[in-house]
């Protein structure tokens, strides 16, 4: 009986063994892709999955958690670097793409699929390529009169004490205040700051929670991604959202494209690339755009659900995300002082 | 011989997979690789901002730990040594908000208490904003950590009670009453488990980012955090733990002075089992509410919260859909996990608590410090040291999210096999030894069987810990190999609350069945064992 | 040749306290029945738990049987390789075993095939008076019971040596001089060299043919005693 036991025990121990160091059963025979993702799981996910139906190509995925967004798939990809595992990057803004590109983790793919996507949104040495964009709207609650209309509003005394800002230190927020610093000089975005703090504006930690704090009547306005104002619509939430800086002297609304990046030493380069064009291509970008995260495809002519604005129709901020992403870094000392960290 | 050789391979393996992937942060984070230079520590520990952290999380993780001792000690009394009714689903019950991720316990308070959540509309606004202000900061962040680690001293409380000679308080019992042997026998004799509870709790609400994050209480392992997500400067966040070094030898350093001056009185008597329940006579009712009241408030309504989203057969068959394969996964890596945890802590609880090698202490210190960094610090070690392409059958594999749990949780297995070896007289082993017997046939024919209640529970909680990391897990998965609570964290972005409810209580389903199970095995089993 | 030698030995066992033994030196002859008397804490079973190789001399050699097996800080032969037999004050009967699992685990630890296991195992049992116990498990008997089966896993090896750590102390006296009578009918049986220690005068002059006296870590006194066999 004991014997048995013990029997029994080893063989387990042999088998999980077995299984644990069993390399993932796709590897072998099958066509596989190892992809990254930054971009929420519940969206991205289906994507993925429609792709392996229409080519035979297994996915592998590594995705993000909120928590952590982007401790993930960017710690991962820079501490794998002298052994890739990854083929390619979903990154769910360019700026993680540059930081990539200058650390010479990704290498140039011109995919097919993307002459058609504005210049701006693509690096023109061609090592990531935006598609799928949210822009940086504000959220206003329903039946504020004379709306605000440019995110100059946050230092407005007439909004004192009535908005709201995701925390800066993190996501597309920090992202755009790197914007506004390499469009208005350093200067002007401090003093920006500075009058933001003086101006009372609320500090949420991230924008979905923004986006709530209006929905429930708590603020004015806030500036979020698109997709968290396109959500709240669809599910009734009292507000509106109004595109930024559209007039002919302003600066224009903050734009955040998905980026695809082609990892260097990919182990399957070909299947990479062929994910990429997918990931790239106006079907994709329409799937993106009908669902829940509501994301403005990059591409002409492609078809909108009407909460939406073609991107030809919006002014863009025009940025260069390079120079925004080497910003972001420079400004984080100040940010954190800021936050009174 | 055997022993030494054997011993040497357990310390040379825990080494190798904890220490080394954090060593290799440390010297990269010198600039060993190129020039020597504290840049990375001058940034990290000359700011005054570092040490206004430190004091809030020395300030939650002590408000953590004092509140869970104070309820968890008597609750684990009252469940362990009484005739408390219904004890074993009291035990149950406050263990649930252990088996998850605290960060769903306090989305789970936010769904509760928040603008939308369920009870707003019966709290009125100024209620509703006055719970909110209570659940964002330091209160909440307490209160969600609270629950969580209440669990620990009151099981480590019944454990240990169960190894205090009888006939040590019966003798106390003819000069005074229980309330008198309570507090002048069996809780000095208790001690050293309470302190071992008191610094689990306080280490592990010290490490959890999850949920001040969450709550905006900002707290240390928070630099650490920014340092890899917004900045990817591995050096830095190195640097921003190495104060936990620190406070992890504090720490020890105040346990071994603390019990230095208790030797050590748990020994078992052959008939333990047989001691009676303290009789509560008239305050068993009172007990009894304020337990229900406490479980009721603590784990019921937050819980309930999960319950009532994910209600309904629709939202489970989702789930299945969507993370089937995860929950399987989950299940063997955590099995996996607890076996390894259970063998390597019951050798380096053995060389411990034996003091077979000189430098013993070290080795209990290091499983502790790999316990108290982290999981990032860890997680990215991990990967720079084992991403090489000859080291793909680990890094490739799953091998290496089990390698993770062993750098991260050894420490648990190891302390609580060293509790039990402890209770053991080392006269056992003699007579093996004096018999003719080697080491490893004394080692598993007699002090493996004599110990084998905390083999079990080593196990078992080995596989909770196992199955509830994130931190590291989430770092090294093979592409595609993601765990149960890794999906349900990438899930939560955006994913429906439903959907997530539903994978939370398959998550607390996957880790009580099977836990329950073992430990229903293991108890007749050691019953016979001491009568 | 002495079957046990102690020679100038001195043990300490943590720095800065008294010494444990200081400078002890004993020799024991083949068959004798030497009882260590003394105060606790005078140093007796230090001498028993060095010669059965639990811990070492800082200084001094020890021998068994001839063969060098400590000296100097290093146990050179450990305790599983020399062939004593003993029974402890706390007896260390293995709680999860049956009685006959506590004796037949040194045969088998000493490779002893199957059907002698058996053989031997139901001739010790005889032999203390405990045939029908085979099955129990120790916390299942009175203790002197448990002293019987500790005897019996110790002899059932056969050793040429038998040390004893206060093995009677915990029985009342009724018992206590009936397993005296007991020890000295075994010995007499195997002829195993006895290595006794206790605290108590009665004791020690039952069983002894020779009684060492200890106090403080030395030996005071030593004599001859000519206790009647039986």
């Given at each position: 009986?004991?014997?048995?036991?013990?029997?029994?025990?080893?063989?387990?121990?042999?088998?999980?063994?077995?299984?644990?160091?069993?390399?993932?059963?796709?590897?072998?025979?099958?066509?596989?892709?190892?992809?990254?993702?930054?971009?929420?799981?519940?969206?991205?996910?289906?994507?993925?999955?429609?792709?392996?139906?229409?080519?035979?190509?297994?996915?592998?995925?590594?995705?993000?958690?909120?928590?952590?967004?982007?401790?993930?798939?960017?710690?991962?990809?820079?501490?794998?670097?002298?052994?890739?595992?990854?083929?390619?990057?979903?990154?769910?803004?360019?700026?993680?793409?540059?930081?990539?590109?200058?650390?010479?983790?990704?290498?140039?793919?011109?995919?097919?699929?993307?002459?058609?996507?504005?210049?701006?949104?693509?690096?023109?040495?061609?090592?990531?390529?935006?598609?799928?964009?949210?822009?940086?709207?504000?959220?206003?609650?329903?039946?504020?009169?004379?709306?605000?209309?440019?995110?100059?509003?946050?230092?407005?005394?007439?909004?004192?004490?009535?908005?709201?800002?995701?925390?800066?230190?993190?996501?597309?927020?920090?992202?755009?205040?790197?914007?506004?610093?390499?469009?208005?000089?350093?200067?002007?975005?401090?003093?920006?700051?500075?009058?933001?703090?003086?101006?009372?504006?609320?500090?949420?930690?991230?924008?979905?929670?923004?986006?709530?704090?209006?929905?429930?009547?708590?603020?004015?306005?806030?500036?979020?991604?698109?997709?968290?104002?396109?959500?709240?619509?669809?599910?009734?939430?009292?507000?509106?959202?109004?595109?930024?800086?559209?007039?002919?002297?302003?600066?224009?609304?903050?734009?955040?494209?998905?980026?695809?990046?082609?990892?260097?030493?990919?182990?399957?380069?070909?299947?990479?690339?062929?994910?990429?064009?997918?990931?790239?291509?106006?079907?994709?970008?329409?799937?993106?755009?009908?669902?829940?995260?509501?994301?403005?495809?990059?591409?002409?002519?492609?078809?909108?659900?009407?909460?939406?604005?073609?991107?030809?129709?919006?002014?863009?901020?025009?940025?260069?995300?390079?120079?925004?992403?080497?910003?972001?870094?420079?400004?984080?000392?100040?940010?954190?002082?800021?936050?009174?960290? | 011989?055997?022993?030494?050789?054997?011993?040497?391979?357990?310390?040379?393996?825990?080494?190798?997979?904890?220490?080394?992937?954090?060593?290799?942060?440390?010297?990269?984070?010198?600039?060993?690789?190129?020039?020597?230079?504290?840049?990375?520590?001058?940034?990290?520990?000359?700011?005054?901002?570092?040490?206004?952290?430190?004091?809030?999380?020395?300030a939650l993780s002590s408000i953590v730990t004092v509140f869970a001792v104070a309820v968890g000690v008597p609750l684990g009394i009252l469940f362990g040594k009484t005739d408390f009714p219904f004890r074993s689903f009291f035990m149950f019950l406050f263990a649930i908000p252990l088996l998850i991720p605290p960060y769903i316990t306090a989305v789970s308070w936010f769904d509760l208490l928040g603008r939308e959540g369920l009870l707003a509309p019966f709290m009125g606004p100024q209620l509703t904003a006055a719970a909110g202000r209570f659940l964002f900061g330091l209160p909440g962040s307490a209160l969600v950590l609270f629950s969580t680690f209440l669990s620990i001293p009151m099981i480590l409380t019944m454990v240990f009670l169960k190894?205090v000679?009888?006939?040590?308080e019966?003798?106390?019992?003819?000069?005074?009453g229980w309330r008198g042997v309570l507090k002048g026998?069996t809780i000095?004799?208790i001690l050293?488990g309470i302190l071992l509870s008191a610094i689990l709790v306080f280490l592990l609400s010290f490490?959890e980012?999850g949920v001040p994050?969450f709550l905006r209480y900002?707290?240390?392992?928070?630099?650490?955090?920014?340092?890899?997500?917004?900045?990817?400067?591995?050096?830095?966040?190195?640097?921003?733990?190495?104060?936990?070094?620190?406070?992890?030898?504090?720490?020890?350093?105040?346990?071994?002075?603390?019990?230095?001056?208790?030797?050590?009185?748990?020994?078992?008597?052959?008939?333990?089992?047989?001691a009676f329940p303290i009789p509560l006579g008239k305050y068993r009712r009172l007990m009894f509410s304020s337990a229900t009241v406490l479980g009721l408030v603590l784990v019921v309504l937050p819980f309930s919260v999960l319950v009532i989203q994910s209600a309904?057969?629709?939202?489970?068959?989702?789930?299945?859909?969507?993370?089937?394969?995860?929950?399987?996964?989950?299940?063997?890596?955590?099995?996996?996990?607890?076996?390894?945890?259970?063998?390597?802590?019951?050798?380096?609880?053995?060389?411990?608590?034996?003091?077979?090698?000189?430098?013993?202490?070290?080795?209990?210190?290091?499983?502790?410090?790999?316990?108290?960094?982290?999981?990032?610090?860890?997680?990215?070690?991990?990967?720079?040291?084992?991403?090489?392409?000859?080291?793909?059958?680990?890094?490739?594999?799953?091998?290496?999210?089990?390698?993770?749990?062993?750098?991260?949780?050894?420490?648990?297995?190891?302390?609580?096999?060293?509790?039990?070896?402890?209770?053991?007289?080392?006269?056992?082993?003699?007579?093996?030894?004096?018999?003719?017997?080697?080491?490893?046939?004394?080692?598993?024919?007699?002090?493996?069987?004599?110990?084998?209640?905390?083999?079990?529970a080593?196990?078992i909680v080995?596989?909770i810990f196992?199955l509830r990391?994130?931190?590291?897990?989430?770092?090294?998965?093979?592409?595609?190999?993601?765990?149960?609570?890794?999906?349900?964290?990438?899930?939560?972005?955006?994913?429906?609350s439903r959907?997530i409810a539903a994978l939370c209580i398959i998550m607390i389903a996957i880790t009580i069945v099977?836990a329950a199970?073992?430990w229903a095995?293991?108890r007749?089993?050691?019953?016979?064992?001491?009568? | 040749?002495?079957?046990?030698?102690?020679?100038?030995?001195?043990?300490?066992?943590?720095?800065?306290?008294?010494?444990?033994?200081?400078?002890?030196?004993?020799?024991?002859?083949?068959?004798?029945?030497?009882?260590?008397?003394?105060?606790?804490?005078?140093?007796?079973?230090?001498?028993?738990?060095?010669?059965?190789?639990?811990?070492?001399?800082?200084?001094?050699?020890?021998?068994?049987?001839?063969?060098?097996?400590?000296?100097?800080?290093?146990?050179?032969?450990?305790?599983?390789?020399?062939?004593?037999?003993?029974?402890?004050?706390?007896?260390?009967?293995?709680?999860?075993?049956?009685?006959?699992?506590?004796?037949?685990?040194?045969?088998?630890?000493?490779?002893?095939?199957?059907?002698?296991?058996?053989?031997?195992?139901?001739?010790?049992?005889?032999?203390?008076?405990?045939?029908?116990?085979?099955?129990?498990?120790?916390?299942?008997?009175?203790?002197?019971?448990?002293?019987?089966?500790?005897?019996?896993?110790?002899?059932?090896?056969?050793?040429?040596?038998?040390?004893?750590?206060?093995?009677?102390?915990?029985?009342?006296?009724?018992?206590?001089?009936?397993?005296?009578?007991?020890?000295?009918?075994?010995?007499?049986?195997?002829?195993?060299?006895?290595?006794?220690?206790?605290?108590?005068?009665?004791?020690?002059?039952?069983?002894?043919?020779?009684?060492?006296?200890?106090?403080?870590?030395?030996?005071?006194?030593?004599?001859?005693?000519?206790?009647?066999?039986?």
């Open positions: 009986m004991k014997k048995l036991i013990y029997v029994l025990v080893i063989l387990c121990v042999v088998a999980a063994g077995i299984f644990l160091l069993s390399p993932p059963k796709t590897v072998a025979k099958k066509k596989t892709v190892v992809v990254y993702v930054s971009e929420d799981q519940v969206f991205s996910e289906p994507i993925l999955k429609d792709f392996e139906k229409e080519t035979g190509i297994t996915v592998r995925a590594v995705y993000d958690t909120e928590e952590a967004k982007s401790t993930g798939s960017m710690n991962r990809l820079i501490a794998e670097k002298d052994n890739p595992q990854a083929d390619v990057y979903w990154a769910n803004e360019p700026i993680r793409a540059e930081v990539l590109k200058q650390k010479g983790i990704s290498t140039p793919y011109f995919s097919p699929n993307a002459k058609d996507i504005p210049p701006m949104f693509k690096d023109k040495d061609g090592y990531w390529t935006g598609f799928s964009a949210r822009a940086r709207v504000l959220v206003v609650k329903k039946g504020v009169k004379e709306k605000p209309e440019s995110i100059e509003a946050y230092v407005q005394p007439r909004w004192k004490g009535r908005a709201v800002i995701a925390n800066p230190l993190f996501g597309t927020t920090t992202s755009e205040v790197a914007a506004l610093f390499t469009k208005w000089g350093d200067e002007k975005g401090r003093a920006f700051m500075v009058a933001l703090k003086q101006n009372k504006v609320a500090i949420s930690t991230n924008n979905g929670e923004s986006a709530d704090f209006v929905a429930a009547g708590q603020y004015d306005f806030s500036l979020v991604d698109s997709d968290d104002a396109v959500n709240r619509i669809r599910q009734g939430k009292d507000i509106v959202m109004v595109y930024p800086d559209q007039g002919k002297d302003e600066i224009g609304c903050f734009i955040v494209p998905n980026a695809t990046v082609l990892i260097k030493g990919a182990r399957h380069p070909e299947a990479g690339r062929k994910l990429i064009d997918y990931l790239l291509s106006k079907k994709t970008e329409q799937k993106l755009a009908f669902a829940d995260c509501a994301q403005i495809p990059l591409h002409p002519g492609v078809k909108l659900p009407p909460e939406l604005n073609p991107i030809s129709e919006i002014k863009a901020m025009p940025v260069d995300y390079a120079e925004v992403a080497a910003k972001l870094v420079e400004i984080q000392p100040f940010l954190k002082s800021w936050m009174g960290l | 011989m055997q022993k030494r050789v054997f011993l040497a391979i357990i310390i040379v393996l825990l080494l190798l997979v904890g220490l080394l992937p954090v060593f290799s942060m440390l010297v990269n984070s010198l600039g060993l690789d190129s020039h020597f230079s504290f840049v990375a520590y001058e940034g990290v520990l000359t700011s005054r901002h570092q040490w206004v952290l430190m004091g809030h999380s020395m190894a000679n009888p006939r040590l019966e003798a106390g019992l003819l000069a005074s026998i000095p004799l050293p490490g980012f994050n900002d707290v240390f392992p928070v630099e650490s955090f920014t340092q890899f997500s917004a900045f990817y400067n591995f050096k830095a966040a190195t640097a921003a733990a190495v104060p936990l070094a620190a406070l992890t030898l504090a720490i020890l350093a105040g346990e071994v002075w603390f019990l230095r001056k208790k030797g050590s009185q748990l020994r078992p008597s052959p008939d333990a089992a047989t309904g057969i629709k939202n489970y068959v989702e789930a299945f859909n969507r993370a089937g394969d995860s929950i399987v996964r989950s299940i063997l890596y955590a099995a996996s996990g607890a076996v390894l945890l259970t063998f390597i802590g019951f050798f380096t609880g053995y060389l411990i608590q034996t003091k077979a090698v000189k430098f013993w202490r070290t080795i209990d210190f290091i499983t502790i410090f790999l316990f108290a960094l982290p999981g990032t610090v860890i997680g990215i070690g991990l990967v720079s040291l084992w991403n090489r392409p000859w080291a793909n059958l680990i890094y490739g594999t799953s091998a290496i999210i089990i390698l993770g749990y062993l750098a991260r949780y050894t420490a648990l297995t190891s302390r609580i096999c060293a509790t039990r070896l402890s209770q053991i007289p080392p006269s056992m082993e003699e007579a093996a030894q004096v018999a003719g017997a080697g080491w490893f046939r004394r080692m598993i024919l007699i002090v493996a069987p004599l110990a084998r209640r905390s083999i079990f080593a196990f080995g596989y196992s990391d994130t931190g590291i897990t989430m770092l090294v998965y093979p592409a595609g190999h993601d765990t149960l609570p890794v999906r349900i964290f990438t899930l939560m972005a955006n994913g429906s959907l099977p199970i073992l095995i293991s007749p089993v050691a019953g016979k064992e001491m009568t | 040749m002495k079957i046990i030698e102690l020679n100038s030995v001195s043990k300490t066992y943590n720095s800065g306290s008294a010494r444990a033994l200081d400078n002890v030196s004993l020799k024991i002859g083949r068959g004798e029945r030497v009882v260590i008397l003394g105060p606790s804490g005078c140093g007796k079973t230090t001498i028993l738990r060095l010669v059965a190789g639990f811990i070492a001399p800082d200084s001094g050699s020890i021998s068994v049987g001839g063969k060098l097996v400590a000296k100097n800080g290093r146990v050179i032969v450990p305790p599983e390789k020399r062939h004593l037999g003993m029974v402890f004050q706390d007896l260390a009967l293995w709680p999860h075993l049956t009685v006959k699992g506590n004796i037949e685990f040194g045969l088998k630890a000493r490779g002893i095939a199957k059907a002698e296991r058996v053989i031997r195992i139901r001739d010790i049992l005889d032999l203390v008076g405990m045939a029908d116990y085979s099955r129990r498990k120790p916390a299942e008997l009175s203790g002197g019971q448990q002293q019987r089966v500790a005897l019996a896993r110790a002899l059932v090896l056969e050793p040429g040596v038998l040390l004893m750590d206060e093995p009677l102390s915990s029985l009342d006296l009724e018992l206590n001089v009936r397993l005296r009578k007991e020890i000295l009918r075994l010995q007499e049986k195997f002829s195993f060299t006895l290595l006794y220690v206790t605290h108590d005068r009665n004791e020690a002059f039952d069983i002894a043919t020779r009684i060492v006296i200890m106090d403080k870590g030395s030996v005071i006194d030593e004599k001859r005693n000519f206790a009647p066999d039986r």
